[in-house]
């Protein structure tokens, strides 16, 4: 008990793997996904951590969720790669934070009174900026690129569902195989669609062997079923 207590919330290795689970509830009249992470098991217990949980619904109606190695669906959903973003955001935050700081020290004979309520106001000042830069930011990225793409996908059929999909997993793809990461997505998709009337279809499903050359398999699978 006391290993299952110390390690139950410990999620620091790289490359953890994840379990995404979505469908349809017994009562859903429109689907759920749950993320988690696994960790292993300590004491005969599953070690797991929930990450995301979507519904969709009135609230948000249509969504697309990357998994693994997201940074390409997101840096093409949000219009800018999530590791320069997050660069952007840290150097905007020193930048606003010395700013008022260098610009005080370049003004002579200010007395440290005066000084100290100058940089006072100035970083008061200099973090509204900050924060009115990111709201505009933010709502431009919205309405002009995240917005219309969700928007699209509320009313696309099963099969442009499915294609799409295909697509943003092969872009990852094609862009992992010209860089020096390692290549978590690759080789063949395969692409189900999940609906509340057909249930789990496959659109594409790879095999390891050519199913032209042996109907038998698919023969005695649909038999056996």
């Given at each position: 008990m006391s290993g299952w207590l110390f390690?139950?919330?410990?999620?620091?290795?790289?490359?953890?793997?994840?379990?995404?689970?979505?469908?349809?509830?017994?009562?859903?009249?429109?689907?759920?996904?749950?993320?988690?992470?696994?960790?292993?098991?300590?004491?005969?217990?599953?070690?797991?951590?929930?990450?995301?949980?979507?519904?969709?619904?009135?609230?948000?109606?249509?969504?697309?969720?990357?998994?693994?190695?997201?940074e390409v669906v997101a840096g093409l959903i949000d219009g800018m790669d999530p590791g320069m973003e997050s660069l952007l955001k840290k150097f905007h935050d020193e930048v606003f934070a010395n700013y008022p700081v260098v610009l005080l020290d370049h003004i002579p004979n200010l007395s440290d009174s005066a000084k100290a309520?100058?940089?006072?106001?100035?970083?008061?000042?200099?973090?509204?900026?900050?924060?009115?830069f990111r709201e505009e930011f933010e709502h431009f990225r919205r309405k002009t690129l995240i917005d219309p793409i969700v928007a699209?996908?509320?009313?696309?059929?099963?099969?442009?569902?499915?294609?799409?999909?295909?697509?943003?997993?092969?872009?990852?793809?094609?862009?992992?195989?010209?860089?020096?990461?390692?290549?978590?997505?690759?080789?063949?998709?395969?692409?189900?669609v999940l609906s509340k009337g057909d249930g789990f279809v496959w659109i594409k499903r790879k095999h390891y062997f050519k199913v032209e050359l042996n109907p038998h398999f698919l023969t005695n699978y649909f038999e056996s079923r």
């Open positions: 390690m139950r919330d410990s999620f620091r290795l790289r490359g953890t793997p994840g379990v995404v689970v979505a469908g349809f509830g017994k009562d859903d009249v429109y689907p759920r996904l749950q993320e988690f992470t696994v960790g292993g098991v300590i004491e005969n217990r599953l070690r797991y951590r929930l990450q995301r949980h979507l519904r969709i619904g009135i609230d948000a109606s249509a969504s697309i969720l990357p998994f693994a190695q997201s309520d100058a940089l006072r106001k100035a970083k008061a000042a200099s973090g509204q900026i900050l924060k009115k699209t996908v509320d009313i696309l059929p099963k099969d442009e569902l499915a294609a799409m999909a295909e697509a943003l997993v092969s872009l990852t793809s094609f862009k992992r195989r010209f860089s020096l990461d390692a290549e978590t997505v690759g080789g063949p998709v395969d692409v189900a």
